[in-house]
Each structure stands twice: as C-alpha cells, then as structure tokens.
C-alpha cells in the first residue's frame, strides 16, 4: 500500500514509472487515446496525463457524463434508461453512477464512429499499467486474430484460454470477461455496441463483458496489463457507501488526493 501511495505522489510530479522500454507504449498503440473522465475530477486529471505523458501518450481527455447531473425520469424519457429492463437484463436497478459511466462509455463510442476512427484506445482515469507494459501490447496487437474487434487491456474472468502469444479468449458461456477499465476497439465493434447499448441496462464492465453476445469479437492481453492500484488512492465517483466505515474511508481519500493535487499537481 505504501508503494502505491508513493508511486502515486512521484506521478504527480511526472516522475517516469515504468521502465524506459515502456515509454515508447504510445507508439505501440499507435491509435488515438481517450480519458474518461468528470471535468470536477481534476484530482485525477492531475495524475493522469503525467502519467500517461510519461509513456508516450498524449491523451485526449472525454467529458464523463456525471452522474449527480441526471435526472432519473428524464433518462426513462429519452430511452436512455429503463429500470424494468435493467432488472429483466441485469436483476436490479443502476445506480445514478453506474447509469452514467456507461452512458460515458457509450457516448465515446458514438465519437468514435461519428468521426470515422477505425481503432481508439478507451482508457478510465484512475488506472495504471503493469512494468513490462509495452512489451506484452506490442506482441497482443501482433497476435490478434485478424478478426478482432475489442482488446481488453483489463479483464476478470476465470474461464479464459491462449488463443496466441500474448492474447487469449474468453468462454463466453461460462464467463463474461468484465473490464471497463481500458480496451482497444475498433469502429466495427463501436457500432455493434451503439446498436444495442440504449436502454443502459448493465454498469460499463459489464457492458463490456457482454459485448461478444451482440457479436463483437473479443479478446484480452495476456496478462493484463491495467492495474487497481488507482482504486486505492482515488475515491470512487460511481457510488456512494452506504455504511459508515466505508463513507470514513472515502472522505479520507478525498481529502488526501485534494491536498496532494494541490501541492503537488497539475490542471
């Protein structure tokens, strides 16, 4: 833990990372990268694009939709939500967050086919990359079966199998892939996605996870190549705890990224 805290601290000061190897990452992915993230998030702005800059990317920042914005009633208008079929789809209602971070991802798909991108990387604000990060990229985008379509830079499943050298696949019937956290996607697989996305009926990694049910041809990196460590630094923006320790734990969190980024961060 004090590892992570340290490492986020050297990463607000653009204090490299990763292994010079990595800092070439940018040049792997060879594609536009996106940041999701809430324009009152800027505690995570200030970590992330040094963080990336210091691997060769130079993101785009995505205008996350913000939960605390919405307006329940107005989401069922419009045909964005409907908690009849999320309980049908998903057995329960969102959250307000989880309705808005799929919305987000969702809205980063319709920019990528709106401007004719044929491959994006999509990538949350509070991640981070394992050493050796380029490396295992480079050789999963060489790898690929030529009919992918989405590469999840992060997955949980238990029933996955090597597909080649440094990619593997997932038993869909068995095990949805779940991972919202970074991904390479292709535009073929945006508009799959945009097709069916609307009601938002599962939070994003689900959404993800369950991409190859609408025919998106998915696939992962071998190993994953995203970290959790952000989760333990920064203090969630999807829900809010309903107990007490777990509401003490996030206003720590948010009082000590708040006086980190202002000693030491940048807009």
Same mark, same amino acid.
């Given at each position: 833990m004090l590892q992570t805290f340290r490492r986020y601290l050297q990463g607000l000061r653009g204090a490299p990372q990763h292994p010079e190897s990595d800092r070439a990452l940018g040049d792997v992915l060879g594609a536009p990268v996106f940041v999701i993230n809430l324009a009152r998030s800027a505690h995570r702005r200030a970590f992330i694009l040094p963080y990336l800059k210091s691997l060769g990317i130079t993101p785009q920042i995505f205008p996350a939709v913000d939960g605390s914005q919405l307006d329940r009633e107005a989401l069922v208008r419009e045909g964005r939500y409907d908690d009849a079929y999320a309980h !049908? $789809?998903?057995s329960r209602s969102l959250t307000m967050g989880e309705i808005a971070c799929t919305l987000s991802h969702v809205e #980063?798909? $319709?920019k990528i086919v709106a401007d004719g991108l044929p491959v994006a990387v999509v990538l949350e604000d509070d991640i981070t990359f394992i050493d050796g990060v380029a490396d295992v990229v480079r050789k999963a985008l060489a790898n690929a079966p030529p009919d992918w379509e989405l590469l999840q830079l992060y997955h949980w499943c238990k029933d996955s199998f090597p597909v080649s050298d440094g990619v593997i696949g997932f038993n869909n019937k068995t095990c949805l892939p779940l991972g919202s956290l +970074?991904?390479?996607i292709r535009q073929s697989a945006a508009k799959k996605l945009l097709e069916?996305? #609307?009601p938002v009926c599962y939070p994003a990694d689900s959404l993800m996870g369950r991409s190859p049910r609408v025919g998106?041809? #998915?696939y992962g990196t071998a190993p994953s190549v995203i970290t #959790? !460590? +952000?989760n333990a630094i920064? =203090?969630?923006e999807v829900r809010t =705890?309903? $107990?007490w320790p777990a509401r003490a734990r996030l206003a720590l969190k948010r009082a000590f990224v708040g006086a980190a980024t202002s000693l030491l961060g940048r807009r």
């Open positions: !049908e $789809r998903f #980063l798909c $319709r +970074g991904y390479v069916t996305a #609307l998106v041809k #998915l #959790l !460590e +952000g920064f =203090p969630t =705890p309903d $107990r």
